[in-house]
């Protein structure tokens, strides 16, 4: 049998397929379609202090390969999670990471001491610094590498739980913000959010979504997020989890040659709901035509010319 | 387990202009699906296409939609060949509720007639009677005419240029009801935007529980993405209202929760 199994930092995981944030609610509604105890992990829909109804209007727009979205942070609010969401969460037999958004320095704060206490049943908090649907918080922190060392430094003596940081793409340097995130005490990085995109309306000669702008993201990413994955794997220590664009289980060898320890699935679940299980066990089988004894093994195994 | 479904289309049926229906081999969609439901359906672009389920035939395993060409999504499923197969999600939300139904007005506009058609036929096996209102650009779009018929006590058509049934919108058509066909009846409206906000309010003038069907743009239709999100009422002190998925807790809502 092969050895699926990854670690990052001080958390090992079953396999290295994790649900991204955002593309997998709280769980709820793929526990119907696939058994979530097969996956690596689950990472809950970015978080709030209080409850947020989101951007108004129309949210989705279709792309080549890709899509947009502004749904700008919908979400219960921590109280709400911790009640109704987190308990179910935990019942899922799956690792459990909590995406973790806040308008400012002081919300961040309040949730990761409140997430990241001891006996919270979390195994990891993301802090998103990432979002770009919002106006205050997430990307405008992520956007440069004092925004994201001062927030994760500000956060880091608040839990002792692994922190992943999150980072956003629309950015000049990634290896700078990821850097920032490995100096002030992140545990991991996680490549990438989505990119800032618009889509236009030809008729209307408006834009197709109400806020104008929203995030990119599918297979049209991927090259993207590769090589932002890679470009970070070359100059900080700290694991990587690779996001973006996966849709089949060669992306996953594809993000972890280039230095992924672990990966994350987002819109290949709004297509295919058990996109996550097929990807697992077609990484079972390409480990086994290759006869790797670890799938860890291939963690930055990609050979520069 | 729920499933995605690979399924077959088994026949084409052309309806009327631009509209048509099509019949895809399914079991479990077959015998689970209810009025109002709706499934997803793979094409040639990123996303699945939404579709109201139109009929169902649990016993030879079938159901279909009725779909209207409207741009490249619908135009690709439009051009597949009877043996293509798609990809498929469903039955998806949330259809309509039949509890303490007496009698239905179901007024439909555009595609809604295929959702409500459905609808007609689960109230004729519940031995539930029902009304139809529906309206159509003209004579020459018109569909569906005389199973509505078949399935209605009393069908009142309208067209904007006049060659079928009133002059004018669905609005005009019913003014033609008689008090008594109002009595005790709950309204099903399936249409465009516009329509169904005025049909609610003439439901509300009258005093009749109104069902609406929203359609709102969707990417995984079964409730993890929340871009489909509709303003619902709420009872929340400092909030006005909610944002409620139309992919699962909809399409079809209460109209007096709505928020236009
Ligand atoms: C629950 C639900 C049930 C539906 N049932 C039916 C049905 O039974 N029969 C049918 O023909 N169609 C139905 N639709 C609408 C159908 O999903 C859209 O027409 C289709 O997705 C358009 O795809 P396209 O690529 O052809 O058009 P696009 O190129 O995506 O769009 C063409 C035009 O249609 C508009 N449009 C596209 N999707 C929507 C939408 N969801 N709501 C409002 N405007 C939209 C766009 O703004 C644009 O102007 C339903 C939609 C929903 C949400
Ligand atoms: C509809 C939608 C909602 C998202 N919401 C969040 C979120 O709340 N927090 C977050 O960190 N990322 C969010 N993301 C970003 C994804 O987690 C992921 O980083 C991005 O989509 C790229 O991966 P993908 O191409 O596999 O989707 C969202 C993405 C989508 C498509
Ligand atoms: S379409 Fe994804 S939640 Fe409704």
Same mark, same amino acid.
């Given at each position: 049998m092969v050895d699926l199994s990854v670690r990052v930092g001080s958390v090992d995981f079953a396999n290295p397929v994790i649900l991204a944030s955002g593309a997998?609610?709280? &769980?709820?509604?793929?526990?119907?379609?696939v058994d979530m105890s097969t996956i690596g992990g689950i990472c809950s829909k970015g978080l709030t202090l209080l409850p947020r109804e989101g951007n108004p209007g129309c949210r989705v727009a279709e792309t080549a390969s890709g899509m947009l979205n502004s749904v700008g942070l919908q979400n219960p609010g921590l109280e709400a999670f911790l009640q109704n969401e987190l308990p179910f969460m935990t019942g899922l037999g799956t690792r459990i990471i909590v995406n973790v958004a806040g308008h400012s320095t002081n919300d961040y704060q309040k949730m990761v001491?409140?997430? &990241?206490?001891? &006996? +919270? !049943?979390?195994?990891?908090?993301?802090?998103?610094?990432?979002? !770009?649907?919002?106006?205050? &918080?997430?990307?405008?922190?992520? #956007?440069? #590498?004092?925004?994201?060392?001062?927030?994760?430094? @500000?956060?880091?003596?608040?839990?002792d739980k692994p922190l992943w940081v999150k980072l956003t793409p629309n950015v000049t340097s990634i290896s700078e913000t990821a850097h920032a995130a490995q100096d002030a005490g992140g545990d991991a990085v996680v490549l990438i959010n989505t990119l800032l995109g618009l889509a236009i309306d030809v008729k209307t000669r408006r834009p197709v979504l109400q806020n104008n702008t929203g995030g990119l993201s599918g297979p049209a990413i991927k090259p993207v997020a590769l090589r932002m994955v890679q470009e970070c794997y070359r100059l900080i220590s700290i694991p990587i989890i690779g996001v973006g664009g996966i849709m089949n289980a060669a992306d996953v060898i594809e993000f972890m040659l280039a230095g992924a320890s672990a990966v994350e699935i987002g819109t290949a679940s709004l297509l295919h709901p058990a996109a996550c299980a097929k990807i697992i066990k077609d990484l079972t089988a390409y480990a086994e035509d290759n006869c790797l004894e670890a799938l860890s093994s291939l963690t930055g195994e990609l050979k520069l010319w | 387990m729920l499933k995605e479904y690979e399924a077959a289309l088994v026949e084409k049926k052309l309806l009327g202009i631009g509209n048509v229906l099509l019949t895809f081999a399914c079991e479990d969609i077959a015998k689970m699906a209810e009025p109002g439901q709706f499934v997803n359906v793979s094409c040639s672009l990123f996303l699945k296409r939404p579709f109201g389920i139109c +009929?169902?035939? !649990?016993?030879?395993? +079938?159901?279909s939609i009725g779909v209207k060409e409207v741009g490249a999504g619908t135009k690709d499923i439009l051009t597949a060949s009877v043996g293509d197969v798609f990809s498929i999600l469903g039955p998806l939300g949330h259809g309509f509720s039949f509890d303490g139904v007496k009698k239905i007005i179901a007024v439909g506009g555009g595609t809604g007639?295929? !959702?409500?058609?459905? @609808?007609?036929d689960k109230a004729k096996r519940k031995g539930i009677p029902a009304i139809c209102v529906n309206g159509f650009r003209s004579w020459q779009d018109a569909f569906f005419l005389s199973e509505c018929e078949e399935l209605s006590e009393k069908t009142i058509f309208a067209s904007d240029a006049g060659d079928l049934g009133v002059k004018g919108t669905v609005m005009d058509a019913l003014?033609?009801?008689?008090?008594?066909?109002?009595?005790?009846? +709950?309204?099903?409206v399936v249409g465009p935007e516009i329509m169904m906000k005025k049909v609610s309010a003439w439901a509300h003038v009258h005093q009749l529980s109104c069902q609406v069907s929203?359609?709102?743009?969707?990417?995984?239709g079964f409730g993890i993405c929340l871009v489909c999100v509709c303003k619902i009422k709420s009872d929340a002190d400092n909030m006005p209202f909610h944002h409620v998925r139309c992919c699962k807790e909809g399409p079809v809502f209460q109209a007096s929760e709505v928020i236009w």
């Open positions: 997998c609610g709280f &769980g709820r509604e793929l526990s119907e379609y001491e409140r997430l &990241g206490a001891p &006996g +919270t !049943p979390v195994d990891v908090l993301e802090l998103n610094l990432s979002c !770009p649907n919002v106006t205050e &918080g997430c990307m405008t922190i992520g #956007a440069t #590498a004092d925004g994201v060392y001062n927030l994760v430094n @500000a956060v880091r003596s608040l839990t | +009929t169902v035939d !649990p016993i030879g395993n +079938t159901f007639i295929y !959702p409500l058609y459905f @609808a007609l003014k033609l009801l008689q008090p008594e066909d109002l009595t005790d009846a +709950t309204v099903f929203l359609e709102k743009r969707m990417a995984c």
